[in-house]
């Protein structure tokens, strides 16, 4: 929508409308303005079917007005009840759910509506990452029966029953056992509530309710069949591969995608799974940034909400307590640590131990944290708060010496599906043509570079660099520097001091003889851009410089050496065996393997909502409450 387009009016008659600033926020985004139902409108909106909603009804029909019904999107978030959600099913002919009359989804399912390549996309990483509408799932070992048949329960007085209740569930109970005598049931409650049909009294022999916590995905790749009233896990079967029988009427049956046992005449197409999820998922819900309200395409939605379910899995819900970690990062830090529910706390008595990785001591076992490798708009040093984490629970990254996650990530990337890898080449394609890198640096004009001549970059390093000290050759820089002479004696060498070291917060070198021109200013992509290759010992620079395709030359061992994609001088650990391919390699780092944290919502992201952050104007500096905790620890 254009921003010379006025919004819509659109008249509530629920004051829990103008209380959620998101859903303010989301219906803008989506072409309407929110106004008292009693007030001069375009249409009435209703959430629903309860009470408030049966009243915007009768007010729209007594004032000859359309209907807007509005839902949960079918992505909706990480935990029930979380807020904001990351869409809204939007239907202006009738609430989806209620086969009784005919909805816009209805009516554009009929039509067949052919998958957009993005849509295809993103199905494709909705299946790698085995998203659902909710998505809290610990997975943790799971024990299922050998041979089974999943029934999925739902919540008395769900909209979608259509008034059925537990007597029909009871007699779906039954089908199953006529129709499968040898098989065991398995029967999954709504993850949003303890209430259910199915209760103590129906497990009997062969028949048991599936814990809490397990993604649906899991349970039905192991089943046989899926059995269904309304619920929208019959939807995801269809995704999933199944064809589910459904004993109801909901939106999804009718398309010769499942067994239906009741007639839905008004739908007449036979469609592909693909085409379903074009209609339900990419049109008819309207998804949105949740700190903007911006309105974005599905393939966001799914990058943003694969982003939260990882990380929200990998934190947990145990306590967390968080050691070394500076005063003036802990806001950050605690907010991308509790995202799973976990309560973080920082040097506390008790709780999971959480390092931060140059601070564990020797020989403790704990996960360790350390900023990204996107991490910010300016230096850490200048007290700029982490706007993304690298969480290890095996090892760490700059580590080679013990494993990590990011190489059990880099050595199962070759295994991961086409959009992933279309989703990468977007990505590194953007960290070029935008210049991001770690720190984001403002850039600068350097001096002329020779024509006649390899220019040769060199990245310097914090002396005492973790990275250095565990994975890198003795000498540091220097080493570094000789080598490169020694290699390569007609070369025009660029020595790049580190930004913190240059800005006087941190030891290392900051002059060379050897090299031909020393720059310290602007950022590191720069530089890379100017040259034709990177020697390092263990520098992120040299990761920077394979996403930009230049050769690079390590005498240490950091994470990206070791898996035929560097010249290594020193040798590799045995373990990093896998040859994957740079995208491969990009997708572990970037994508699966860092914490990303969104600066103004505070919600945890992908790494392109990140860079939309990073590419928007504004000063990436550290808040007032970061410079006072760096003031009263120097003191």
Not at 435 to 450: A, E
Not at 522 to 542: H, P, R
Request: proline share 7%; charged share 20%; net charge neutral.
């Amino acid at each position: 929508m254009s921003g010379a387009e006025p919004l819509k009016r659109l008249g509530v008659v629920s004051l829990g409308f103008p209380r959620q600033p998101w859903l303010i926020r989301a219906l803008a985004g989506l072409g309407w303005r929110v106004v008292p139902g009693w007030t001069s409108c375009d249409a009435i909106g209703v959430w629903g079917n309860k009470p408030v909603a049966a009243r915007g009804l009768a007010l729209a029909e007594r004032r000859g007005l359309p209907v807007v019904h509005l839902e949960d999107a079918f992505l909706r978030s990480v935990r029930p009840g979380q807020m904001p959600p990351l869409g809204l099913f939007v239907d202006l002919d009738g609430p989806h759910f209620d086969a009784s009359g005919p909805s816009q989804l209805e009516l554009r399912l009929n039509r067949r509506p052919e998958p957009a390549t993005e849509t295809l996309e993103a199905l494709d990483l909705l299946r790698h990452y085995q998203l659902s509408k909710f998505n809290h799932w610990t997975d943790g070992s799971l024990t299922l029966p050998k041979k089974f048949v999943l029934i999925a329960d739902q919540v008395p007085q769900d909209a979608a029953l259509g008034g059925v209740g537990g007597e029909a569930f009871r007699e779906m109970l039954g089908f199953v056992q006529r129709d499968y005598p040898d098989s065991q049931i398995v029967i999954r409650t709504h993850p949003a509530s303890d209430l259910s049909h199915l209760g103590a009294a129906d497990l009997k022999a062969g028949i048991s309710l599936l814990p809490p916590g397990h993604n649906p995905w899991r349970v039905m790749e192991r089943a046989d069949a899926v059995h269904v009233m309304s619920s929208h896990l019959g939807a995801e079967a269809i995704l999933a591969g199944h064809k589910p029988v459904v004993h109801g009427t909901p939106w999804y049956a009718g398309w010769g995608l499942s067994v239906d046992l009741q007639d839905l005449p008004r739908r007449r197409a036979n469609l592909t799974a693909e085409e379903l999820f074009e209609g339900g998922w990419a049109q008819a819900c309207g998804w949105f940034e949740p700190a903007s309200g911006r309105p974005r395409s599905l393939l966001e939605t799914v990058q943003d909400l694969a982003a939260r379910k990882s990380v929200a899995q990998r934190m947990g819900r145990a306590s967390i307590n968080v050691i070394g970690c500076s005063r003036w990062k802990r806001a950050q830090v605690k907010r991308m640590l509790a995202s799973g529910g976990a309560s973080v706390r920082f040097s506390a008595p008790s709780g999971r131990k959480v390092g931060w990785a140059s601070k564990v001591p020797a020989g403790e076992d704990m996960a360790r944290i350390e900023d990204g490798f996107i991490r910010s708009r300016g230096l850490g040093a200048a007290l700029t708060p982490p706007a993304s984490l690298c969480y290890d629970a095996m090892g760490v990254h700059f580590d080679p010496n013990r494993a990590s996650e990011l190489e059990r990530l880099i050595t199962a990337a070759p295994k991961l599906p086409d959009a992933a890898i279309k989703r990468v080449v977007r990505l590194r394609a953007r960290l070029v043509e935008r210049g991001i890198s770690k720190y984001n640096l403002q850039s600068v004009g350097f001096d002329h570079l020779p024509a006649d001549k390899p220019i040769l970059l060199v990245p310097g390093q914090v002396a005492d660099d973790a990275s250095v000290r565990l994975g890198g050759v003795a000498g540091g820089d220097r080493a570094v520097l000789n080598a490169a002479r020694a290699a390569h004696p007609d070369a025009f060498i660029l020595f790049r001091p580190h930004p913190d070291v240059s800005a006087g917060y941190r030891q290392g070198l900051t002059q060379s003889d050897v090299a031909d021109l020393v720059s310290t200013d602007g950022d590191i992509t720069q530089l890379i851009e100017a040259t034709d290759m990177v020697w390092t010992n263990t520098s992120l620079a040299g990761f920077e410089a394979l996403i930009r395709a230049k050769p690079v030359t390590c005498l240490g061992q950091p994470f990206y050496a070791g898996w035929g994609l560097t010249t290594d001088l020193h040798g590799a650990p045995v373990r990093r065996q896998a040859r994957p391919t740079l995208d491969q390699l990009i997708h572990a780092a970037l994508i699966d393997y860092p914490i990303y944290l969104h600066p103004i919502s505070q919600q945890i992201c992908s790494v392109e909502t990140l860079l939309d952050w990073i590419e928007a104007p504004g000063e990436g500096r550290a808040d007032w409450r970061a410079r006072f905790w760096s003031f009263l620890q120097d003191r």
